[in-house]
Every structure is written in structure tokens, then in C-alpha cells.
């Protein structure tokens, strides 16, 4: 994988870049969608490419490992000819999902993690090594390091501990990653994980560990996991000054538009998060001039296309008025139609972001668009 930065802004950290693979380039900043489970839900592959104008998908460790299992994936040549994706493809570890089960028997050990499947109850074991090996399997261009995702509030004791063992477990990571090779002719990159929950000292000392291992590009965990926003932009702009500024920085799980304008004027080049998708099925659509239920009796007789200032069939053609009806039909079609709006929009966002650090106006532009997209219409 080849990172380079294209242009910076003179009034933030904000930057533009690409990132090239085996599969693609990908333009940076850039949201990625998310596909658990090897799919974008209610999204196909086509929309997806033409509409959303993904560059890149996210799959999970946790997810593909439990069902379909790495035997149907490792016969059908991997996750990309297994969905049908041809551009890149960024695995997470599993991590996240280990730290969502606890309370479930999870147990977290120097060695690994033991856990019940969320499916049927059947316990299964993550080890570093053994993430590194599922992951091979799945066939991710980007690939994540195993690691503990602490909880919010968390004692400092523990954020220390989890952090270091989090180090400890990077070492095996990269030593198994290094010493093994791609299953499927294409080549994957390996990114470390900083952790140490909200305090300063820890996330510096996390940063400049992950830093020193000098991989192809960096991640940021631990956040948004119910620590105000503030919180979470401190800890982020703390790290970006420590990671390598030629080498790709990925906020992991975020968030609202109003968090990745501010991530990105943080130096953060990649975004995921389930939100657009999740909230979509909710009827919350995220549009260029706010936030909208697309539920409330308000839209009933509104004809108006659902957000005529985005590009896009979903959002020009359908109307606010037949969506509502759909969503409170629950016919299928409505979750699509906004599943669609909602990734289009977060694509749209990070090009506008992109073109306006290419200008030299983000910082303005940024701070009106922060404010402008949290209103709720």
C-alpha cells in the first residue's frame, strides 16, 4: 500500500491524499461504509459503486468468522469474489465486537479472548495471531491489529493495563502478519490500533508505541464509545500530532457529520461508522441542510425531493411525502431509498471536504457546515 499526501490546508491539519492498492485508490479523506456482515445493509454493490460512490467497504472479523465461516470464504477466493466487490476492502479485527460482549462469559486473557457467539452460544477464542490468520482468509486490503477496546468511563489502572497489553499484543500481530503471506496474489497492509481511553498521557504514550512500529498506516480506537465529543477531539488531536504524517490516520467507529468535519480538521484521513445505514432504517436521514425524521407527520404531503442539494437518483427523485409513507409502511424499499441517501451524503461530505482543502477554504467552510448539518429540520 502506497499513501501520498496531494495538498494541505493552511488553517487546520485538514489534508487531502490517496491511498493506492491492489484493488483501487482510494482519495482521502474518505467515509467507508460498513459491511459486517459482507454486505452494506440493504445496499447492493451496484448502488454502492454508481451512486454512493464508495471507494472502499468495510467487512468484520467477528461476523465473517462466525457466519459464513472462513471455509466458504477461503473456497470462494476470498471476501471480494465471495460478495462481488472489486475495490478495496478493510477488515476489522474484531476487537470492538469482543469489548460489545462483555457481560456475555467474554473473557480477556494475556494469551487472547474466549467468548459465546452472539448466533448460538458456541465459545470461540481470538488470539492475536489467530486474528491475523482469519483476516488472511478474508482477504481485506487493510487489515486491523487485534486489540482491547476499553469502555467509557474506564479506571486509569485499567486503560493502562488494556493499552499495554494492546502493545503486547501488536508484537504478535506483526510477527505473525510478517511471517505469513495473502492467500489470494494480492498483497495487505497491516494497521496498529492506538488505545488508552481519555487520558492524555496514555493515548501520547499509545501513539508514540504504534508510531515506533513504523507500519503502512495508523488507527485510532477507543473513541466514540460514549465519551463526550470534546473529549474525543482532544484525544484525536493529541494523537495526530504524534502518528507519521505521511502515513494514512483512521478514526475508528466515527460518527456524526459534524465529527468527521471536525476529524478531518484534525488530520484524520478515514472514517467508518454504521451510523448512516443504522439511523436510515430508523427514518433519520442526514442531509446537506440538516438532520430530518423522515416519520414526522410534517413530510406527509411534502413533494419536494428528499434533498434536492444532493446528487444522486435516491435523493433528487423520491420524495420526502412517498418516504414517509414507505417507512411507516415498513416496506423494504423505504430502509433502501435512505440507506442510500445517507451513504450518498457521507460520500458527498468528504469530497466537499476534499475540495475545499484543495481550495484553501476548509476551515471556513467547516465551521459553517458543523453548525448548519447538527440543526434538525
Same mark, same amino acid.
Given at each position: 500500500?502506497?499513501? +501520498?499526501?496531494?495538498?494541505?490546508?493552511?488553517?487546520?491539519?485538514?489534508?487531502?491524499?490517496?491511498?493506492? =492498492?491492489?484493488?483501487?485508490?482510494?482519495?482521502?479523506?474518505?467515509?467507508?461504509?460498513?459491511?459486517?456482515?459482507?454486505?452494506?445493509?440493504?445496499?447492493?454493490?451496484?448502488?454502492?459503486?454508481?451512486?454512493?460512490?464508495?471507494?472502499?467497504?468495510?467487512?468484520? =472479523?467477528?461476523?465473517?468468522?462466525?457466519?459464513?465461516?472462513?471455509?466458504?470464504?477461503?473456497?470462494?477466493?476470498?471476501?471480494?469474489?465471495?460478495?462481488?466487490?472489486?475495490?478495496?476492502?478493510?477488515?476489522?479485527?474484531?476487537?470492538?465486537?469482543?469489548?460489545?460482549?462483555?457481560?456475555?462469559?467474554?473473557?480477556?486473557?494475556?494469551? %487472547?479472548?474466549?467468548?459465546?457467539?452472539?448466533?448460538?452460544?458456541?465459545?470461540?477464542?481470538?488470539? !492475536?495471531?489467530?486474528?491475523?490468520?482469519?483476516?488472511?482468509?478474508?482477504?481485506?486490503?487493510?487489515?486491523?491489529?487485534?486489540?482491547?477496546?476499553?469502555?467509557?468511563?474506564?479506571?486509569?489502572?485499567?486503560?493502562?493495563?488494556?493499552?499495554?497489553?494492546?502493545?503486547?499484543?501488536?508484537?504478535?500481530?506483526?510477527?505473525?502478519?510478517?511471517?505469513?503471506?495473502?492467500?489470494?496474489?494480492?498483497? +495487505?497492509?497491516?494497521?496498529?490500533?492506538? +488505545?488508552?481511553?481519555?487520558?492524555?498521557?496514555?493515548?501520547?504514550?499509545?501513539?508514540?508505541?504504534?508510531?515506533?512500529?513504523?507500519?503502512?498506516?495508523?488507527?485510532?480506537?477507543?473513541?466514540?464509545?460514549?465519551?463526550?465529543?470534546?473529549?474525543?477531539?482532544?484525544?484525536?488531536?493529541?494523537?495526530?500530532?504524534?502518528?507519521?504524517?505521511?502515513? !494514512?490516520?483512521?478514526?475508528?467507529?466515527? %460518527?456524526?457529520?459534524?465529527?468527521?468535519?471536525?476529524?478531518?480538521?484534525?488530520?484524520?484521513?478515514?472514517?467508518?461508522?454504521?451510523?448512516?445505514?443504522?439511523?436510515?432504517?430508523?427514518?433519520?436521514?442526514?442531509?446537506?441542510?440538516?438532520?430530518?425524521?423522515?416519520?414526522?407527520?410534517?413530510?406527509?404531503?411534502?413533494?419536494?425531493?428528499?434533498?434536492?442539494?444532493?446528487?444522486?437518483?435516491?435523493?433528487?427523485?423520491?420524495?420526502?411525502?412517498?418516504?414517509?409513507?414507505?417507512?411507516?409502511?415498513?416496506?423494504?424499499?423505504?430502509?433502501?431509498?435512505?440507506?442510500?441517501?445517507?451513504?450518498?451524503?457521507?460520500?458527498?461530505?468528504? %469530497?466537499?471536504?476534499?475540495?475545499?482543502?484543495?481550495?484553501?477554504?476548509?476551515?471556513?467552510?467547516?465551521?459553517?457546515?458543523?453548525?448548519?448539518?447538527?440543526?434538525?429540520?
Amino acid at each position: 500500500m502506497k499513501f +501520498q499526501i496531494e495538498n494541505t490546508d493552511p488553517n487546520s491539519k485538514a489534508r487531502t491524499g490517496k491511498i493506492q =492498492t491492489d484493488h483501487g485508490e482510494i482519495l482521502t479523506p474518505i467515509f467507508m461504509p460498513v459491511g459486517t456482515a459482507g454486505t452494506v445493509k440493504a445496499v447492493h454493490q451496484k448502488e454502492l459503486k454508481e451512486e454512493i460512490k464508495a471507494q472502499i467497504i468495510l467487512g468484520n =472479523t467477528y461476523h465473517l468468522y462466525l457466519r459464513p465461516g472462513l471455509d466458504i470464504l477461503e473456497k470462494a477466493g476470498g471476501l471480494h469474489k465471495f460478495n462481488g466487490w472489486d475495490k478495496p476492502i478493510l477488515t476489522d479485527s474484531g476487537g470492538y465486537q469482543v469489548y460489545s460482549l462483555a457481560g456475555t462469559g467474554r473473557k480477556i486473557k494475556e494469551d %487472547g479472548v474466549t467468548f459465546k457467539s452472539h448466533i448460538d452460544g458456541s465459545t470461540h477464542f481470538f488470539s !492475536p495471531e489467530g486474528v491475523m490468520d482469519i483476516q488472511r482468509v478474508i482477504g481485506g486490503d487493510i487489515i486491523m491489529a487485534f486489540d482491547e477496546c476499553t469502555p467509557f468511563p474506564c479506571e486509569y489502572g485499567y486503560a493502562r493495563e488494556s493499552m499495554e497489553m494492546t502493545h503486547r499484543w501488536l508484537k504478535r500481530c506483526c510477527d505473525r502478519f510478517d511471517a505469513t503471506e495473502s492467500k489470494y496474489g494480492y498483497s +495487505q497492509t497491516l494497521f496498529p490500533i492506538v +488505545q488508552g481511553s481519555v487520558y492524555k498521557d496514555l493515548r501520547v504514550k499509545s501513539a508514540e508505541v504504534i508510531a515506533s512500529f513504523e507500519r503502512e498506516g495508523n488507527a485510532i480506537g477507543g473513541l466514540s464509545v460514549g465519551e463526550p465529543a470534546e473529549q474525543m477531539y482532544e484525544m484525536a488531536d493529541l494523537v495526530t500530532d504524534i502518528l507519521p504524517k505521511d502515513k !494514512p490516520r483512521y478514526l475508528m467507529g466515527v %460518527g456524526t457529520p459534524a465529527n468527521i468535519l471536525e476529524g478531518i480538521a484534525l488530520g484524520i484521513d478515514m472514517f467508518d461508522c454504521v451510523m448512516p445505514t443504522r439511523n436510515a432504517r430508523n427514518g433519520t436521514l442526514f442531509t446537506t441542510e440538516g438532520v430530518m425524521n423522515i416519520r414526522n407527520e410534517k413530510w406527509k404531503a411534502d413533494f419536494s425531493p428528499i434533498d434536492a442539494g444532493l446528487g444522486g437518483n435516491n435523493s433528487t427523485f423520491y420524495t420526502k411525502a412517498y418516504l414517509r409513507h414507505l417507512m411507516k409502511a415498513d416496506e423494504l424499499l423505504g430502509s433502501m431509498i435512505a440507506s442510500v441517501h445517507n451513504l450518498t451524503f457521507y460520500l458527498w461530505l468528504v %469530497g466537499e471536504a476534499r475540495e475545499h482543502i484543495k481550495n484553501g477554504t476548509f476551515r471556513a467552510w467547516k465551521d459553517i457546515m458543523v453548525v448548519k448539518l447538527m440543526q434538525k429540520m
